[in-house]
């Protein structure tokens, strides 16, 4: 799903698990006013992403979006306030190991394993991380592994 932002800009895609879907409002009056101010600004209807993201499974989203410079990930269930950002290293068949970039545009030296059923969001292509990617440039290889979120 395309995300927008605050100040009603597209920022980036967004990939959520339906079942934690609660509600679906596409006709009120604020859907209505994000979607002329996209459509004046030239970002509505949103286009597909690039490259595009697959959505079989999460292991293929995740697959996917590794081509783009940075990914967040979201497990909110178990701390809905924190996003963990980085680069996919080894994505494998129930989990990936995440190289961590701080809100400082720091690598971590260590790696972080996350599994795929605790993941409620996976997003890519926005301002911020984009921002921290251009700051920090891509990481250098140290191959540590920390714990598991």
């Given at each position: 799903?395309?995300?927008?932002?605050?100040e009603i800009y597209l920022n980036g895609w967004v990939a959520f698990r339906t079942k934690h879907l609660e509600a679906l409002e596409t006709s009120g009056s604020k859907e209505?006013?994000?979607?002329?101010?996209?459509s004046l600004r030239d970002q509505w209807p949103p286009r597909l992403p690039d490259p595009p993201i697959a959505l079989g499974s999460t292991r293929e989203l995740l697959l996917s979006t590794a081509k783009y410079p940075l990914t967040t990930l979201l497990v909110e269930e178990c701390?809905?306030?924190?996003?963990?950002?980085?680069?996919?290293q080894a994505i494998g068949q129930k989990s990936l190991s995440l190289r961590e970039i701080s809100p400082s545009a720091k690598w971590s030296k260590t790696l972080t394993r996350y599994r795929y059923r605790d993941l409620t969001r996976i997003e890519v292509g926005a301002k911020y991380e984009d921002a921290l990617f251009s700051v920090a440039g891509p990481p250098r290889a140290h191959g540590k592994h920390s714990g598991s979120a």
């Open positions: 799903m395309a995300d927008v932002d605050d209505r006013f994000i979607q002329k101010a996209l701390d809905p306030q924190v996003a963990y950002i980085g680069v996919p």
